[in-house]
């Protein structure tokens, strides 16, 4: 958690959450309690903030993103013109019911501050807004989930009276955040690390040319990294180093840090990714919502997981090649299809036969079945 700096949370569980997979990429199948210890209870060292889009941070980095949750105000608050300030009523009520009860899921909050009293009518839709808005400007934070159902607090009853300090200025903590975004990739353009936060290229570019002053950043070409025949700018941390060892294979959730950024995927391993949950299932190319595969450093491939609990079977839904190369890594990448069923408590392995890779793994998979 401290290499990777932010986790990113999705709702999908069709094979695993997106924030169980970076660790089962890195450390292989653990049990996932433990996470859930560290970033959920009560007591944990994370909380959800809006640092990439949702994602959680360490908890005693909350005052960090004060400047974010200024703008967030100054767009969307009370005088900004919009929901906000036209629902003045709901959200003072949402203040006093947490302030009154404490952390409480949205649909425990009924909105009847326009009743006067409690009465049978209350708009869910309108509190969970006001709640959301409410955490954007950092006046809530998420005290923890039931199932994947949030639970919100007054900032006050979920951040440790030491983390509730006074934001460092906008300058400062950007300049933080890039450069702890660099110590995570090691080797990035300004636009890589820009994206890693969700800041402006403007004040990326700022807080790199303090960090290069500083000694942090050391400008760098990477061969291959180009646009116009001329190399892109890169930046290397000053204590990178390079891997000790690299897996033979692991599956990546898309919303991992080292592909999560499109662009840099592309440049790095030439490799071009969408999610097509959207997308009408006549027309996908790849599937619901399939991994990358990451071998020996590259991406080779990709693949389409759900775990299907009733009969206790991992569906290999596609599995693709990324070129006629990647047939090396079969045995790899079954390994660690093999892995990931035992890391979801699934007895058996179906392939289907949808996919430049599906017959390799369901011959390096042996028993597995076929649907």
């Not at 967030?72 to 608050?77: D, F, S």
């Not at 955040?177 to 690390?193: E, I, K, W």
């Amino acid at each position: 958690m401290r290499d990777i700096g932010v986790l990113q949370i999705d709702s999908v569980n069709v094979f695993s959450r997106s924030h169980y997979m970076p660790m089962f990429s890195r450390l292989g199948a653990y049990d996932t309690a433990l996470l859930d210890n560290l970033i959920f209870s009560a007591d944990g060292d994370y909380v959800e903030y809006w640092a990439h889009v949702a994602t959680l941070i360490p908890i005693a980095d909350w005052s960090l993103w004060g400047f974010r949750m200024a703008a967030n105000r100054a767009k969307y608050g009370e005088g900004a013109g919009g929901w906000v300030s036209e629902n003045a009523a709901t959200m003072q009520w949402v203040r006093d019911e947490l302030a009154a009860r404490g952390p409480l899921r949205p649909a425990e909050i009924e909105d009847d501050a326009h009743q006067g009293a409690r009465g049978p009518w209350w708009d869910w839709n309108r509190v969970k807004r006001a709640l959301e808005y409410m955490f954007l400007f950092g006046e809530v934070a998420v005290a923890g989930r039931r199932g994947f159902e949030r639970r919100y607090g007054l900032a006050q009853q979920v951040i440790p009276a030491q983390h509730l300090t006074a934001p460092p200025s906008r300058a400062d903590a950007i300049r933080e955040l890039m450069g702890r975004a660099l110590a995570s990739y090691g080797v990035a353009t300004t636009a890589d690390l820009a994206d890693y936060y969700r800041v402006s290229i403007a004040d990326a570019t700022r807080a790199l040319a303090d960090l290069r002053d500083g000694g942090v950043a050391l400008p760098v070409h990477v061969e291959g990294w180009t646009r116009g025949g001329k190399h892109v700018l890169a930046w290397r941390h000053r204590d990178a180093i390079a891997a000790r060892n690299v897996p033979p294979a692991a599956l990546l959730t898309p919303f991992d840090p080292l592909v999560w950024f499109r662009d840099r995927a592309a440049r790095l391993y030439d490799f071009e990714y969408r999610i097509e949950i959207y997308t009408p299932a006549p027309k996908r190319q790849f599937g619901y919502y399939s991994l990358p595969i990451l071998a020996d450093g590259d991406v080779v491939g990709r693949v389409d997981l759900k775990a299907d609990r009733s009969r206790s079977t991992l569906l290999v839904q596609s599995a693709w090649w990324e070129d006629a190369t990647s047939a090396r890594h079969t045995e790899a990448v079954a390994a660690e299809l093999r892995l990931a069923a035992r890391w979801q408590g699934l007895e058996t392995i179906s392939v289907s036969t949808w996919g430049s890779a599906t017959n390799d793994l369901h011959g390096a998979l042996h028993g597995a079945a076929r649907h």
